[in-house]
């Protein structure tokens, strides 16, 4: 007795449905598809009109929640140039550069090469716009790591896209993916707007050779002092810059290293462990709870707090300024050297024509304006609140992410 065909259905349904779904590729849900062009960028007839010419840089990597065009063409490039006018409500799928790129326009528009468009849609747009996202996700992973830079429009056409017969359900799919996109976008403001907050700040708390800031809380009136590091921190030097490779291991004890050091604190993106001989060895330069690190050569001049998760660490190849002769030294320093001027004063002292370096001794004399304790206490504890809530505002755009990406796994074949 033959087997029955397995059933076309995904693994999360809204209550009620329960036909099954279709396959089909993606040349039969199209009525158009439209490639694209790059007008003569030396034409100047071409450029500077008031339609909308899209490139791959335009669509965001992670996301199918919109395009923002930067550069537009004028309708005389669209009559004798390759561009081609491209009618509203078509989906913009990315074949070339950034393979993975998808986004439902809803203006009318042109692209570069680079671009398939599929218009007049036989189902809901927003919910096909998804489903494509999701193949050509899995085909922008199928092509890392090879020499293929992008997917012909033959490809793209013969992919498979599976569907529910019935347009309700394609609605309710597109239109609950769309509202967590609509809450991401939010999320995102939000934590763009605290980032500019702190960029703010960060340029107006601190004091210059005029000795005084230009943002001050209420209460303080007195002139900074300029003191040298070397001068607010007992010890400061080198963390072991030595070859290290030899004494990695699977599981032992975290090594600090400049890739932990980004943003003003300490992540573990990139983990390096050493075997606890070694880490011995190193017992005199151990790193403790309120010491500062900076890294020494690449991405010079980034620095972090140690906090209690990393106190007795090791590290390397940075340059450690250990034991502050108050509590909140360090993480005044730690927003300093994040403002504009500290940074370039840092890139004024770095030295090296490959891979700039900065080092130790002239950290040690490197000169900054201290307010009193108190208002040093102040400044470190707003902004410290401030780095708080944007931590948390990026765990949860993370969680919303995660979010997502379950929902697209699970509502789709």
Do not use: C
Request: avoid cysteine.
């Amino acid at each position: 007795m033959d087997k029955k065909p397995e059933k076309l259905v995904p693994e999360v349904r809204f209550k009620g449905f329960t036909d099954d779904w279709e396959q089909r590729k993606l040349s039969s849900i199209a009525h158009q598809t439209f490639g694209g062009g790059t007008p003569s960028k030396s034409n100047k007839q071409f450029w500077n009109g008031d339609f909308p010419w899209i490139q791959s840089s335009d669509l965001a990597e992670d996301t199918i929640r919109g395009v923002h065009p930067n550069k537009f063409i004028t309708q005389n490039a669209l009559q004798i140039s390759a561009a081609k006018k491209i009618p509203k409500n078509s989906i913009a799928i990315v074949s070339r550069v950034g393979v993975g790129k998808v986004a439902l326009i809803p203006f009318n528009y042109s692209t570069s090469q680079d671009f398939l468009s599929l218009s007049g849609l036989k189902i809901n747009s927003q919910f096909a716009t998804y489903s494509i996202h999701k193949i050509m996700k899995k085909t922008a992973s199928q092509l890392q790591g090879t020499s293929i830079k992008g997917i012909t429009k033959k490809d793209i056409l013969n992919k498979a896209i599976i569907f529910p017969i019935s347009g309700k359900e394609q609605v309710h799919i597109s239109s609950l993916l769309k509202y967590v996109d609509y809450i991401i976008s939010l999320q995102q403001r939000k934590l763009e707007f605290l980032k500019e907050i702190k960029k703010g700040l960060l340029q107006k708390m601190f004091a210059d050779k005029s000795k005084f800031p230009i943002l001050r809380f209420e209460g303080f009136h007195n002139e900074w002092e300029q003191r040298k590091l070397k001068n607010v921190y007992q010890k400061i030097g080198n963390a072991f810059v030595g070859t290290a490779s030899p004494y990695y291991v699977d599981a032992g004890h975290f090594y600090l290293e400049s890739n932990n050091i980004k943003n003003g604190q300490i992540n573990r993106n990139h983990e390096v462990f050493i075997n606890n001989s070694f880490y011995q060895k190193q017992s005199n330069k151990l790193l403790h709870t309120g010491d500062l690190v900076m890294v020494q050569s690449g991405h010079v001049g980034d620095t972090a707090v140690i906090t209690q998760e990393y106190n007795n660490s090791a590290a390397h190849a940075l340059i450690m300024f250990r034991n502050p002769k108050d509590k909140f030294l360090s993480d005044y320093l730690n927003f300093y050297f994040q403002n504009t001027s500290a940074k370039n004063k840092i890139n004024v002292l770095a030295i090296g024509n490959t891979i700039r370096h900065v080092l130790a001794s002239d950290m040690s004399r490197f000169s900054v304006y201290f307010p009193n304790k108190d208002e040093r206490k102040y400044i470190s504890n707003l902004l410290l609140k401030l780095q708080y809530t944007i931590t948390l505002q990026q765990s949860k755009i993370s969680q919303l992410t995660i979010l997502k990406k379950y929902l697209l796994q699970k509502l789709f074949i």
